[in-house]
């Protein structure tokens, strides 16, 4: 009988494990077109959750750069295209691409990647004389990304 209990418990740890594994920045998978098919948690996004990261300086600050019409948020920014209808423009792959590293989208764009540690292209000291250690860590985690991507295919044309 305590066989029984130590595999059933045994099968219970490997599950759980199993189902919060995450995707290292490093190991994220891209198709030639910058889409990002795999989950990088194996969990769904939470859309509201994904807003405030989307709202919220300290975190993804996409507001920023983009106008979400909706959100909350004074002073939106018009650097980046409008996230208004992002749901209907791009699909769950293609956002998630674009959020985790949007250079492997559009080449040479100026958002940074939010879930990358390297390798990056950095000014020397001899612009600031603080150059940036050669290891950074990502802007978000990966369940903040997955809730931004949940948060984006949210925002559908009217």
């Not at 919060?20 to 959750?49: H, N």
């Amino acid at each position: 009988m305590k066989r029984h209990v130590a595999w059933a418990a045994m099968a219970v740890t490997f599950a759980a494990s199993a189902a919060i594994a995450e995707t290292a920045p490093m190991d994220v998978r891209f198709t030639d077109v910058g889409a990002v098919t795999e989950s990088l948690t194996g969990q769904p996004g939470d859309a509201a959750k994904g807003a405030e990261v989307a709202a919220t300086k300290s975190l993804g600050n996409c507001v920023a750069c983009h106008k979400v019409s909706a959100l909350d948020a004074s002073f939106q920014g018009n650097v980046g295209p409008e996230l208004n209808g992002a749901g209907d423009r791009w699909d769950e792959s293609q956002l998630r691409g674009i959020v985790v590293d949007a250079k492997h989208t559009f080449e040479g764009t100026v958002m940074p990647a939010m879930y990358k540690t390297g390798p990056f292209i950095r000014p020397g000291d001899g612009y600031t004389g603080k150059a940036a250690p050669a290891d950074l860590p990502p802007i978000l985690n990966a369940q903040q990304v997955e809730d931004v991507v949940a948060f984006l295919m949210t925002l559908k044309d009217e």
